[in-house]
């Protein structure tokens, strides 16, 4: 029952017996839960429904979390004790600070022109006549997987060599033809390749940017906007003391959340190049450390500098939405 | 359904309903599963010999497990070669198809759970599986065969600390360049048969005004592993096979002489811009046109040669002949002189985890040259290099070229080496900087890298 699955009922029944434990654990549960009744075992009864959560996040969690800080400080084979060997190559190899500094430009640039362009989009299409279908061609991309969108922007980077008989296949290379140039192997030129990538990785959260940040737009108080209507304010004026200050707390959320899915970006970057031509950020570095080079340390020590660059901005997220929250 | 049922009897019943519910499931689990021999039939059930496998006594109702990497559609010939097996002995071989074999096995052998037999496609993985304590040594019937079908060579590659343990099973060639041969007679080129002729032919092709050589390397996150394939053919071309052991198990450098010379014999080719990427782009483009594609440019016309595996076969068009006659068809990459011929392919090995006699019978089977023979005729696309294994049998040219190449009395074989060396180097920084190489590193840089990442 716990060897791998191979055959399509045998996965059926794996999955129904999954269903069934989760069930029975349940039962027990309520079982236990409703032969505590009454007041004085209230507490009780609170903390056995807490249990399930509890248990899972530790064993899910929290172990595998303290396992990981722990085997980043052993070899690439788990086995000897190097102390902060790990961390020294992460930021002393040419190869590891390349990383580091791709995902630097990954964080810095994605989350602020992906909010960027949200917004302004949200503003432009604001009770306009077109509006719904205008946010719905932008909405699109968010609702394709990362590697479906990673699959589709490979294609229009595609390159194909400038000689007779050869034809374009890649929309932008094809446009480079057209007006006159020669066609690039955009994927491979370093640092235009980086830059590239990241044009993925907003194309598929503007339209996150533009959905949330529009509700917040249209939740401004009527008021308030005639009222500096009245008061003859210009387009830009409006933009910067109307409307950004009312949507702050939302661009804020905005802003980190990008941050912290960009932070963990794996899948354009291992399906675009796999890592090559100087494109690996932490997270696909990790991979390939982890179960590629079996090497288990730096791997682990990769995921904890991960862990560690999203803390601050998974907590400044977290107050942000407990004060618009308190609101 | 969980929320708070009213009287104490009914969340009993609840609770107990639940609990039985996961009890039958699991007796449920609990079923064997068959997902092999006991299907499709159409085998050839050409009798063969018993006594070799009868005299492991009687066997009728044994079951035997083998667990493999090798899955549908290629799973089929495999499970109607067992056939004869099954039906002179009555054992009933249960075949487990998986493509996470790789990983699986090491877990499931180091969980204590693992197959009576497995198929191992490399020698690294194979001493690893060793080393986990759990594994057999073939028995003697086992080692006699393979002393008696196969080469030292391969024999070697089964063996740990020098106790023999797995047979070998099938084999691809590696060392091929796939050509066309209307172009050939078009253009009077002769196929050359030492390392000189090869650098000859192509400069006469550049002559002729043509792209001698088109490569692709891109093959998602193993990006880069064509290039290790050159990159062995040369050092065992230049260098010979004693020194490629050496330099394969780590006791001669990575940056040393021989691997900064084969090296730069392969950067004669693929990083000659007169010389490719036919019509595929500058050299560049190597590093960006997928292993599938790379050799495609031999059907235009716009490229003459392409050096990849047996198995490239498999990627030609359908209705593509491959074949001496045909459309596209694969000479062997010669040796330096035409006195030497290695080999440089890969091939699988059958491990064992039990001694019962089934299990050993069944896996004296796999090693003979019946076997082979009846595995042959199941279909084009497969190899060996059981010398007991009649060329006749195959029904492919590409097989009959590859049997031919391995089953020469010259040929000295050798196993891929980035496939024996650790992973952080085999299926790492070796591809990682072979793919920088060919977007414009310098070789030095390059082997200095690959040493550097080489785990102490």
């Known amino acids: 029952m716990f060897n791998t699955a191979s055959t399509t009922p045998e996965k059926l029944l794996q999955m129904v017996a999954a269903l069934l434990l989760f069930a029975a654990v349940m039962g027990v549960i309520l079982f236990f839960a409703g032969r505590l009744g009454g007041k004085r075992h209230e507490k009780w009864v609170g903390y056995l429904y807490l249990l399930p959560v509890v248990l899972m996040l530790t064993f899910g969690l929290v172990y595998p979390g303290l396992r990981t800080i722990y085997e980043s400080f052993f070899d690439a084979a788990g086995k000897a004790f190097v102390g902060i060997d790990n961390y020294k190559t992460i930021f002393t190899d040419d190869d590891q600070l390349t990383v580091l500094r791709n995902t630097v430009l990954w964080v810095v640039i994605t989350p602020f022109l992906a909010t960027g362009i949200g917004l302004l989009y949200a503003i432009l299409v604001d009770k306009s006549r077109f509006e719904s279908f205008a946010k719905a061609l932008i909405f699109l991309p968010m609702s394709i997987s990362f590697v479906a969108a990673s699959v589709i922007w490979k294609f229009m980077y595609e390159y194909r060599p400038d000689q007779a008989n050869v034809k374009q296949i890649g929309l932008i290379n094809q446009v480079i033809v057209w007006l006159g140039g020669k066609p690039v192997q955009l994927l491979i030129e370093s640092p235009l390749n980086t830059f590239l990538l990241i044009i993925v990785m907003i194309w598929i959260q503007a339209g996150f940017a533009m959905t949330v940040l529009s509700a917040a737009i249209k939740a401004i108080p009527d008021d308030i906007v005639e009222a500096a209507r009245l008061d003859g304010v210009n387009a830009w004026t409006m933009f910067r003391n109307i409307t950004v200050p009312s949507v702050r707390p939302t661009i804020v959320v905005v802003l980190t959340t990008i941050g912290i899915g960009t932070l963990k970006v794996f899948d354009v970057v291992r399906t675009m190049t796999g890592g090559n031509f100087k494109t690996s950020v932490v997270a696909n570095e990790f991979y390939s450390q982890t179960f590629r080079a079996d090497n288990q340390g730096l791997g682990a020590a990769l995921a904890v500098l991960l862990f560690i660059l999203v803390i601050p901005v998974v907590a400044y997220n977290i107050r942000q939405v407990r004060r618009s929250e308190a609101r | ?456």
């Open chain 2, 1 to 456: 359904m969980f929320g708070q049922p009213t009287s104490p009897r009914s969340r009993v019943v609840l609770a107990s309903t639940l609990s039985a519910g996961l009890i039958f499931s699991v007796a449920a689990c609990g079923g064997s599963k068959d997902s092999g021999s006991s299907g499709s039939s159409g085998a050839s059930a050409s009798a063969i010999d018993c006594a070799p496998y009868t005299k492991f006594g009687d066997l009728k109702g044994k079951t035997v497990s083998i667990y493999t990497g090798i899955v549908t559609p290629e799973d089929t010939p495999h499970i109607n070669s067992y056939k004869p097996f099954e039906q002179c002995t009555g054992v009933t071989v249960k075949y487990d198809g998986d493509k996470s074999f790789e990983t699986q096995i090491l877990v499931r052998a180091k969980a204590g759970n693992p197959p009576d037999l497995a198929i191992v496609p490399q020698p690294g993985l194979l001493k690893q599986l060793v080393a986990t304590g759990k594994a057999v040594a073939a028995p003697p019937e086992t080692e006699a065969n393979v002393d008696k079908f196969w080469s030292k060579d391969w024999k070697a590659y089964g063996t740990v600390d020098g106790k023999f343990y797995a047979a070998p099973l099938g084999a691809s060639v590696k060392s091929l360049v796939w050509y066309s041969p209307a172009d050939f007679k078009e253009g009077n080129y002769q196929i050359p048969t030492t390392l000189d002729e090869l650098k000859a032919l192509s400069d006469k092709m550049v002559a002729d005004k043509k792209m001698p050589w088109c490569a692709g390397i891109a093959s998602g996150d193993a990006t880069g592993w064509p290039v290790t394939d050159w990159m062995e053919d040369f050092m065992l071309r230049l260098y010979g096979p004693e020194t490629y052991d050496k330099w394969v198990n780590h006791q001669i450098p990575f940056n040393g002489p021989e691997s900064t010379a084969a090296l730069d014999a392969v950067g004669a080719y693929l990083k000659n811009p007169a010389y490719v990427n036919g019509g595929l782009g500058d050299v560049k483009s190597i590093a960006s046109t997928t292993f599938q594609d790379g050799g495609l440019p031999i059907l235009d016309g716009t490229c003459m040669m392409h050096r990849q595996a047996s198995f490239y076969a498999a990627n030609w068009p359908k209705d593509k002949k491959v074949a001496q006659d045909g459309d596209v068809f694969a000479f062997y990459l010669p040796g330096k002189d035409a006195s030497t011929k290695p080999v440089l392919g890969g091939g699988e090995f059958v491990l064992s985890f039990a001694d019962r006699p089934e299990v050993k019978a069944f896996q004296t089977y796999l090693s003979s040259d019946t076997w082979a023979n009846i595995k042959a005729k199941q279909g084009s696309g497969w190899v060996s290099a059981n010398k007991g294994l009649d060329q006749a049998n195959l029904t492919s040219p590409i097989d009959k070229l590859a049997a031919s190449i391995l089953s020469d009395p010259k040929a000295t074989f050798r196993f891929d080496g980035s496939d024996q060396m650790p992973a952080a180097v085999g299926s790492d920084s070796f591809w990682k900087q072979a793919t920088a190489w060919i977007t414009g590193q310098d070789t030095k840089t390059t082997v200095d890298n690959i040493e550097k990442s080489w785990p102490k």
